[in-house]
C-alpha cells in the first residue's frame, strides 16, 4: 500500500458479541442485569468491610480492593457495551480506545495479582496460624496490593504505548466487544512483532507467575488440611478455600485460553466467548463467591441492616 493510499483510522467499529439483530434486545437485558449485580453487589461489600471492624483483617482487606477492581472494571468496557446493543452504529475514537485499552489492563493485571495475594493469605493462614499476625501485618498487606497495582501499572503502559505506535489504515472494524489487544493488532498496517512479543512477556509474566504462586500455595494448603485429624476441620478449611479456587480458575483459565496462543481471524470469535467469562462473569460473581456462604459477612449484614432499622 503507498502512502497516498493510506487513510488513518481516527475512529474504530465494534463489531460487538455477535451481529445478529434478533439477540441484541436480548443480550443487552442479559449484561444489563449482570452489570447491576456487579455493582450493587461488590458497592455492599464495600460497605460491609468498611462499617464493621470485625472485617477489619488481611482476608477482608484483600476483597475490600478486589471488588474496587472489580467495579471499576467492568465499568470500563459494559456501559459502552450496553450502547452498542442498541446502537446502529457502534463506534470508537482512537483517544477513547487506547484509554479503554490502558484501563483494561491495568485493572485486569492487578485482579491477578490481588487473587494470588489472597491465595498467600489463606496459606498463612493454615499452614502458619502462628505467624499470621506478622506474616501478614497491615504493612505486608499493604506492600502486596500497593505491588499488585505497580505490575499493573508497567503492564498496561508497555501494552498500551506498544499499541500506540503502531498506524491503522483502512480497516476500522475490531471483532470485539472491547478495545482488547489481540483485535486491534489484527487492524495495523505495520508489523505487529513487538507488540506480539510484548503481550506474550506481559502476558505470561501476569498470568504464569500468578498461577504458580497459587498452585505452589494450595499444594501446601492441601498438604496440611489433609494432616487435620478432625473431619469437621477439613470440611471448614476445604469450604474457606473452595470459593476461591472457583473464582481463580474461572478467572485464569478463560484469560489463558484468550492471550496465551496465537491470534487468528477463526478464533477471535471463541476469545470473546471466553472474555465474556473473565470481563462480565467473574466480577459479578466475586461479591456472590466470597459472601453468601461466609458467616462473618452475613454477620456483618445483620449488624448493618438491624443499626440501619435502629437509626430510622
Known amino acids: 500500500m503507498t502512502p497516498g493510499n493510506v487513510s488513518v483510522v481516527t475512529e474504530f467499529i465494534l463489531k460487538g458479541l455477535t451481529d445478529r439483530p434478533d439477540l441484541q434486545l436480548p443480550l443487552f437485558l442479559l449484561f444489563l442485569v449482570m452489570y447491576v449485580v456487579c455493582m450493587v453487589g461488590n458497592l455492599g461489600l464495600i460497605t460491609l468491610i468498611a462499617l464493621n471492624s470485625h472485617l477489619h483483617t488481611p482476608m477482608y482487606f484483600f476483597l475490600y480492593n478486589l471488588s474496587i477492581i472489580d467495579m471499576c472494571y467492568s465499568s470500563v468496557f459494559t456501559p459502552k457495551m450496553l450502547i452498542n446493543f442498541l446502537s446502529k452504529r457502534n463506534t470508537i475514537s482512537y ?23 489472597m491465595a498467600y493469605d489463606r496459606y498463612v493462614a493454615i499452614c502458619n496460624p502462628l505467624m499470621y499476625s506478622v506474616a501478614m501485618s497491615p504493612k505486608v498487606c499493604s506492600s502486596l496490593m500497593l505491588g499488585s497495582y505497580l505490575m499493573a501499572m508497567s503492564g498496561a503502559v508497555v501494552l498500551t504505548v506498544c ?63 489433609l ?35 496465537p491470534s487468528s481471524a477463526g478464533s477471535m470469535d ?6 465474556v ?9 466475586n461479591p456472590l463467591i466470597y459472601s453468601l456462604r461466609n458467616k462473618d459477612v452475613k454477620l456483618a449484614m445483620k449488624r448493618t441492616l438491624s443499626r440501619m432499622k435502629f437509626s430510622s
Request: aromatic residues 14%; positive net charge; contains cysteine.
Open 163 to 225: 499499541m500506540a505506535r503502531l498506524t491503522f489504515c483502512d480497516a476500522n472494524t475490531i471483532n470485539h466487544y472491547l478495545c482488547d489487544i489481540l483485535p486491534l493488532l489484527q487492524l495495523s498496517c505495520t508489523s505487529t512483532y513487538i507488540n506480539e512479543l510484548a503481550v506474550f512477556i506481559v502476558g505470561g509474566i501476569n498470568i504464569i507467575v500468578p498461577t504458580v504462586t497459587i498452585f505452589v500455595s494450595y499444594g501446601y494448603i492441601l498438604s496440611n488440611i
Open 95 to 117: 483517544p477513547g480506545c487506547m484509554t479503554q485499552l490502558f484501563f483494561f489492563c491495568f485493572f485486569i493485571i492487578s485482579e491477578c495479582y490481588v487473587l494470588t495475594s
Open 270 to 275: 471463541q476469545g470473546k466467548i471466553s472474555s
Open 277 to 285: 467469562f473473565y470481563t462480565n462473569v467473574v466480577p459479578m460473581m
Open 227 to 261: 494432616r487435620i485429624s478432625s473431619t469437621g476441620g477439613r470440611s471448614k478449611a476445604f469450604s474457606t478455600c473452595s470459593s476461591h479456587i472457583i473464582a481463580v480458575s474461572l478467572f485464569f483459565g478463560s484469560a489463558s485460553f484468550m492471550y496465551l496462543k
